[in-house]
């Protein structure tokens, strides 16, 4: 990785996501900087959920699908730009698992997207960006969906 800041952008695939990752690569980045994508999977699959194991194999190949292929067009950019970084996994509450490879991989500073959830749905699901900044230890630039 370079000597500068390590710049991390969460990612899920999302329209607002995506828009977070072009943003820190267009506005935040700067030469001598390194850039991490964070992709994390949480598999939200109960019992009752998915009625076989062959609907759970075809679920679990679709979602993997999906990160290979945002792996694969988020290094893309990189590249494209001569920009050095890579794209790391996590897996489990995407919260808690953003800020563990925030501390792994020694981010100095966050984007992330929001989904624009309203206030009701907000407080009935929660919201991952604002867990994220009220819980993290570094910078966390929001994008916002506009």
């Known amino acids: 990785m370079a000597s500068g800041r390590v710049l991390g952008v969460s990612v899920d695939g999302s ?42 194999g075809k679920l679990v190949k679709e979602q993997e699908d999906k990160v290979s292929n945002l792996i694969g067009q988020l290094t893309d950019k990189l590249k494209s730009k001569s920009i050095p970084g890579k794209i790391v996994r996590g897996s489990g509450k995407v919260g808690e698992a953003i800020l ?19 206030a009701f749905k907000r407080a ?19 994008v916002p969906n506009n």
């Open 100 to 118: 563990k490879v925030v501390e792994t991989e020694k981010v100095e500073s966050l984007v992330m997207g929001t989904r624009g959830l309203g």
């Open 15 to 56: 329209e607002q996501s995506l828009k977070a990752f072009d943003w820190c690569l267009n506005n935040l980045y700067r030469n001598g900087d390194s850039v991490v994508g964070i992709i994390i999977t949480e598999y939200n699959l109960s019992v009752g959920v998915v009625p076989n194991q062959d609907a759970l």
């Open 124 to 142: 009935i699901l929660g919201s991952v960006s604002e867990f994220v900044v009220r819980n993290s230890p570094i910078p966390v630039t929001i």
